[in-house]
């Protein structure tokens, strides 16, 4: 079955520490995105890439970095500028096309100590 | 500009009853509006959309939405709750129809209660 594959579910990582979370999709979509995800809060939007070798920052890229290399892979690295780092993390894809709804992940939830 | 607003950060409704989910939106042109559910550590998934024509969708799972342009709004309902609903639901709206431009709701966790 299609789908987006997120890893790890659970990642534990020391203040200071650059981490990467990966996601990989099977389904063939053009656009590719980052969401955070706080409690009590809607998802915000952290990168996006609407086609290979380009992408484009969301409402909160600061602290992060992205790159999308091949069609279905677009790893997100959350550095140490990123000020509350601790989130989940959702990663989600669609045709790119208008009014193409998402398809997401099952997220990674990142803990910073 | 775009904002939408989710009335109710939980509520809970007995197994059978009508479920009512709140969504109200702020748009300067007709929008596109979503509903997605979430179920606990997974991702979000589609329930419903709207775009044009229509103005009562319906989508997975029983649910369906009423896009009301006169009360800028966009509720959820199913008429008859199941355990199995128990989930977060968000709203979002798009001035674009692109996913990049899609603004989400702080989202309503629904209980169902037996």
């Known amino acids: 079955d299609g789908g987006i594959t997120q890893s790890p579910k659970y990642l534990f990582r020391k203040e200071g520490q650059n981490v990467t979370l990966s996601c990989e999709q099977n389904?063939?979509?053009?656009?590719m995105y980052w969401y955070r995800q706080d409690p009590g809060q809607g998802l915000r939007l952290i990168y996006y890439?609407?086609?290979?070798?380009?992408?484009q920052k969301g409402d909160i890229a600061e602290g992060y970095s992205v790159s999308r290399e091949k069609k279905e892979s677009f790893p997100l690295t959350v550095t140490s500028a990123q000020k509350n780092p601790t989130a989940f993390y959702l990663c989600?894809?669609?045709?790119?096309?208008?009014?193409?709804?998402?398809?997401f992940g099952n997220g990674t939830r990142l803990t910073v100590t | 500009a775009q904002s939408v607003t989710q009335l109710g950060s939980h509520v809970s409704v007995s197994e059978g009853a009508l479920v009512l989910l709140r969504c109200n939106y702020s748009?300067?042109?007709?929008?596109?509006l979503f509903w997605y559910v979430q179920y606990p550590n997974q991702g979000l998934q589609l329930l419903l959309k709207?775009?044009?024509?229509?103005?009562l969708v319906k989508g997975i799972n029983g649910f369906e939405a009423e896009f009301k342009k006169s009360e800028t709004s966009f509720h959820l309902t199913k008429p008859s709750a199941h355990m199995s609903d128990a989930a977060e639901y968000f709203c979002?709206?798009?001035?674009?129809?692109?996913?990049?431009?899609?603004?989400f709701g702080t989202g309503t966790r629904l209980q169902v209660t037996l």
């Open positions: 979002a709206v798009s001035l674009t129809g692109t996913a990049s431009k899609l603004t």
């Open positions: 709207y775009t044009t024509g229509a103005t």
């Open positions: 389904l063939n979509h053009d656009a």
């Open positions: 989600a894809s669609s045709r790119g096309q208008l009014n193409s709804p998402l398809h």
């Open positions: 890439s609407q086609i290979v070798n380009d992408f």
């Open positions: 748009s300067s042109v007709p929008p596109y």
